[in-house]
Every structure is written in C-alpha cells, then in structure tokens.
C-alpha cells in the first residue's frame, strides 16, 4: 500500500474488555514496530517484528499486551481486560529493512484507544 | 538505557526566525539518530537519519547534527513558515540490544505568521 495503515483509527471500550488493533505494513517492509503514545508523553516502544525472527518484546508494559504478525505483513496488537491508564494513540510503523541499521521509518496515524 | 532529552519543551517565534531544537541522548554508542515531525492527531514524519559516521544531514531548510562524544544533536530550521508549527521528536536507538527507538518528549514548535 502507500502507507502504513491502523485499525481502527479510533476505539472507545468499557474497562474489563479485550480490544484488537491492526497494522498493515508498507509492502516489502520486513520490520514492524509498535509504540504508545499518552496524552502529553513521549511515544513508548512495544515490540518489534523483524521477517521471520522472534519479535523482541522488551518494552510490552504488562502480560495483557501481545502482539502478533501473521505471514509477515499484518500485525495485530492484543490488549487484554483494559485499564483506564491502557488509554492511548497505539503507532504502528515500518522500515524497508533493519530500521535501526539506518532506514526510514514510516509511521502510521494511530489508533485512538479510550478506555472508559 | 538510552534516555533522551529535548529543549526547549515549546517554542514560539515570529516567521521567518531561524532556530535550533536540542536533543540529547546518554547512550553514545548509537549508530544513527532520527528526527521525526508530528502534526496534531497523526502520526509521524521522518525528517532526517543521520548515520553515526556522519556530522550533519541536511533537508530542504532543515539541517540536523550530530554530536557523538557529547551525546547531542541539534536541528536548525531556517527561515521559519507557519507550517513549519508542528512537534518535533528525537530518536535513538533503544542499546542495550534492544531493538526499537527511544524517544524524546519534543518539542512543541509554534511559529507566528
């Protein structure tokens, strides 16, 4: 595609629910990247999916939070029982390669979680 | 782990200013730092990659250092517009082999028609 994509771009859920939110890389990006971004924080690394390779998932925030990338494209990033402080724009992005080894990075436009 | 600071946290001046935005970063084995831009309520635009090997990268009006031994980078917008109005974030990669970049906060940048 043109770019990266996110779904929903913006999800209200009562606390207590599971929520799912999706990612569609650029065609050909094998690096995947998930980060979170509070209301007046800086963004917050997630995980990370590079091609075949166990994703490093040094920065999930609690055993709530999985993360998933089927066929190595689409990524679906799992928040279960929800809190009110999981509120948050959920960033997606996608690098050509190896993104730390000096590719661009290309973000998606978020999605929206309310937890009510 | 790498943390990463930027200042001033908001900037505000009149069009047409050049100005510099500062970042710094405490891990200094990094191999390239990133500048981003965010418009309010999308996501984010890369700027500029500067690989460690290198001094400087430059854009259009934007010119963007890169201070190894000192954990610094600045970026300078020259000849400011009002759509430069936009936050600008700093990236480093996360060390400690880690995969992933670390943040700034950035900085919130207003410039006055």
């Known amino acids: 595609g043109a770019g990266v994509s996110q779904s929903p771009s913006n999800k209200v859920t009562e606390k207590g629910k599971d929520v799912e939110l999706r990612c569609d890389p650029i065609?050909?990006?094998?690096?995947l990247y998930w980060y979170r971004q509070s209301l007046g924080q800086g963004l917050e690394f997630l995980i990370y999916?590079?091609?075949?390779?166990?994703?490093?998932k040094s920065g999930l925030p609690s055993d709530r939070f999985s993360a998933e990338r089927t066929g190595g494209s689409v990524s679906t990033l799992t928040i279960q029982r929800t809190q009110q402080e999981d509120s948050a724009v959920y960033l997606c992005?996608?690098?050509?390669?190896?993104?730390?080894?000096?590719?661009?990075?290309?973000f998606g436009e978020g999605s929206w979680l309310t937890v009510v | 782990k790498q943390e990463v600071t930027q200042i001033p946290a908001a900037l505000s001046v009149p069009e047409g200013e050049n100005l510099v935005l500062n970042c710094s970063f405490t891990?200094?084995?990094?191999?390239?730092l990133q500048w981003f831009r965010q418009d309010p309520g999308k996501g984010l635009t890369s700027l500029l990659l500067?690989?460690?090997?290198?001094r400087e990268q430059t854009s259009g009006r934007l010119n963007a250092s890169l201070d190894k031994s000192s954990g610094r980078s600045t970026l300078y917008i020259a000849a400011s517009q009002p759509g430069d109005s936009a936050t600008y974030l700093c990236?480093?990669?996360?060390?400690?082999?880690?995969?992933?970049?670390?943040f700034g906060k950035g900085t919130h940048l207003i410039i006055q028609p």
């Open positions: 992005a996608s690098s050509h390669n190896r993104g730390l080894s000096g590719n661009t990075i290309y």
């Open positions: 065609s050909g990006h094998t690096a």
């Open positions: 999916f590079q091609g075949n390779s166990a994703p490093d």
């Open positions: 891990d200094s084995a990094i191999y390239n």
């Open positions: 500067i690989q460690s090997s290198q």
């Open positions: 990236a480093a990669p996360l060390g400690g082999g880690a995969d992933g970049l670390t």
